[in-house]
């Protein structure tokens, strides 16, 4: 517990109601936003114990969750039927099932705009339709990931709203509606750190909102880090995420270094890995993507600048990370000889166009420029991806490929993206002139016509 604890909450009506439900596990609960994030959570809460309402707007993906389909890696099939044959989850499109929630907890989308500013439109709108749907006592979580300042200025729309939640006005904030901020940390994929691994941040609008936030995690099997204030838990999120930003930029810039230089980035890396203590090591690659490295850090920079307090590094990150995909094209022509760049006649072959191994997330992946600055060089440009058949924004003249010897053997070059275990790296070995390997999935393989990033 940091320093600033709120001090122990007094207990209200409310919040023991909401304790007993909390402990018998009989507090109903709603998760609103069934995405990367909410799934999985939604997944870990109802095989705890607990009766959960997943709530989406997006009236597809609720017909697959019905049908008993799942349309995130991480959760399976078969764990949708067990928790239907339990009657412990179930999906809707419908909002005014929060009547019956106890504990909402809200795992909609924030972004950024083009120009880098926080987009918090769909989170607003959720808290707007909590406000007048949902019966006090209850207890509201945002996982959602938030610009510093978001949670307790989101938390006043549970006051200004509608008329199933006029048990608030006039109350003490969280006396009756509990707000709490537990950022998500989950990391799709990961074996070894589920949502059940991974310890949460979790801060309170007040005492009893993190004593009740605490307590339902519990319940969960989820170990919790207490921290003073929702701005506390709001700035670690962001902080996080940023951090993996910066290294990441750094390694990327190791790697052109090293490249002038004629030696081997992954070296460096794995000869500074065996210093004990002082270094953690990050991987240079064609650019960062998925939902959160390149979006949250600028939930930090707008704060930043609103706030008149320096984020340099965040605007400097941003240029090496970026500059990634021209720097893989500009290798690119080295390998095909091309010194003037033109890389017309050529023919690329890309290797996975998600943003991450054995993930079909496509958001924010670096693919999309790798392939945008290839074809803009004047290459032409196939694709192929083990786990999706399209991409949002992938260049119209990128056409997807089936992985075979021909398709393979047809391109001068082939790179590799995104390293799914799936790929048949093999066929790919034996059949391929040259590879350039962005992420040095091969490492393993030494192979002559492998050329790491
Ligand atoms: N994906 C990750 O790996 C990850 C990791 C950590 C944190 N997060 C954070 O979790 C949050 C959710 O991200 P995600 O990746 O799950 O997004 P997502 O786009 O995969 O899912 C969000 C879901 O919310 C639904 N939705 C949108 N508005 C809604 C509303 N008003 N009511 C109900 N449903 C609504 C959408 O239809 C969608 O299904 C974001 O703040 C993100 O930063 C994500």
């Not at 109350?171 to 940390?185: I, L, S």
């Not at 390694?251 to 794995?270: D, G, K, R, Y």
Request: aromatic share 4%; charged share 20%.
């Amino acid at each position: 517990m940091t320093q600033a604890e709120p001090a122990v909450a007094p207990a209200s009506a409310g919040s023991e109601r909401l304790r007993t439900a909390l402990a018998s596990k009989q507090a109903r609960v709603a998760v609103v936003g069934l995405g990367f994030a909410g799934l999985p959570q939604a997944v870990v809460i109802a095989e705890a114990g607990f009766t959960v309402t997943g709530i989406d707007v997006d009236g597809e993906r609720v017909a697959q969750l019905a049908r008993g389909e799942s349309y995130i890696t991480d959760v399976t099939a078969d764990q949708l039927h067990a928790l239907r044959r339990t009657g412990h989850f179930h999906a809707t499109t419908e909002a005014a099932a929060l009547t019956e929630a106890d504990c909402v907890v809200v795992c909609v989308p924030t972004g950024i705009t083009a120009e880098r500013r926080p987009v918090l439109d769909a989170l607003e709108r959720a808290l707007g339709t909590i406000a007048d749907t949902v019966r006090p006592p209850a207890l509201v979580i945002i996982e959602s990931s938030v610009p510093p300042g978001t949670t307790r200025r989101v938390a006043r729309l549970l006051d200004s709203h509608g008329s199933g939640n006029d048990d608030r006005g006039g109350a003490a904030p969280g006396e009756r509606v509990f707000v709490a901020h537990a950022p998500e940390r989950i990391d799709p994929g990961n074996r070894q750190y589920g949502l059940r691994e991974t310890p949460r941040v979790v801060g309170g609008e007040t005492a009893a909102a993190l004593d009740l936030a605490r307590q339902f995690y519990a319940q969960c099997g989820v170990t919790t880090v207490p921290v003073a204030s929702v701005e506390v838990a709001e700035l670690t999120k962001v902080f996080e995420n940023t951090f993996r930003f910066v290294n990441i930029s750094l390694v990327n810039e190791l790697a052109q270094i090293a490249t002038a230089l004629n030696v081997s980035a992954w070296e460096v890396l794995e000869a500074a890995s065996t210093k004990p203590y002082g270094f953690m090591p990050h991987e240079p690659g064609p650019g960062v993507g998925g939902s959160c490295i390149p979006v949250i850090p600028f939930f930090l920079a707008d704060v930043a600048e609103r706030l008149g307090a320096p984020s340099h590094l965040i605007a400097a990150a941003e240029r090496v990370n970026t500059f990634m995909p021209q720097y893989v094209t500009d290798r690119a022509a080295a390998l095909l000889g091309r010194r003037d760049g033109d890389l017309a006649g050529c023919h690329i072959l890309v290797l996975g166009v998600t943003y991450k191994p054995d993930q079909s997330d496509c958001r924010h992946s670096p693919a999309v420029p790798v392939v945008e600055r290839l074809i803009a060089a004047g290459a032409t440009v196939r694709v192929h991806d083990p786990l999706v058949t399209e991409a949002a924004g992938l260049h119209p003249a990128a056409s997807f490929a089936p992985l075979t010897a021909e398709v393979v053997a047809a391109a001068d070059l082939v790179v590799v993206v995104t390293p799914h275990r799936s790929l048949d790296y093999e066929l790919v070995l034996s059949h391929a002139r040259c590879i350039l390997d962005t992420r040095n999935a091969l490492r393993d393989r030494a192979a002559p016509n492998v050329v790491p990033l």
